[in-house]
């Protein structure tokens, strides 16, 4: 399973931004989709998650100012980032739970992560 994150760039603080992330590849399925950041010099942090049933988590620092979306028909996943802070300034991941299923006998599991794109917020 290929993801590939798009929407990153740089923007003044108390802005927004739109995040997508979609994936490719053969015989597969997603359950849990998530957002992941990492700024320099910090460890990698959850930023939000939704589940196949649109349940959503999300970290301390980004609720009430993030949205975490899923289009399941498209394969895609969204973040939308309002009310931005320079603290949000990271590369932002794209993490996917996949099941691949070749045949219907062979299945496997696979944790998907994009490549990151750059989000730069300017105080």
């Known amino acids: 399973v290929q993801l590939v994150e798009s929407g990153g760039g740089l923007v003044q603080a108390g802005g927004s931004l739109r995040l997508s992330c979609s994936a490719s590849?053969?015989?597969?399925?997603?359950?849990?989709m998530a957002w992941y950041r990492q700024a320099p010099g910090k460890q990698r942090e959850l930023v939000a998650a939704?589940?196949?049933?649109?349940?959503?988590d999300y970290g301390d620092s980004v609720k009430g100012r993030f949205t975490i979306s899923r289009d399941s028909a498209k394969k895609t996943v969204y973040l939308q980032m309002n009310s931005l802070k320079p603290e949000d300034t990271a590369v932002y991941y794209c993490?996917?739970?996949?099941?691949?299923?070749?045949?219907?006998?062979?299945?496997?599991?696979?944790?998907?992560w994009g490549e990151g794109t750059l989000v730069t917020i300017s105080s």
């Open positions: 590849g053969r015989s597969f399925s997603l359950k849990t």
């Open positions: 993490n996917a739970d996949a099941t691949i299923c070749p045949t219907i006998e062979r299945c496997w599991s696979e944790d998907a």
């Open positions: 939704v589940t196949t049933d649109g349940s959503t």
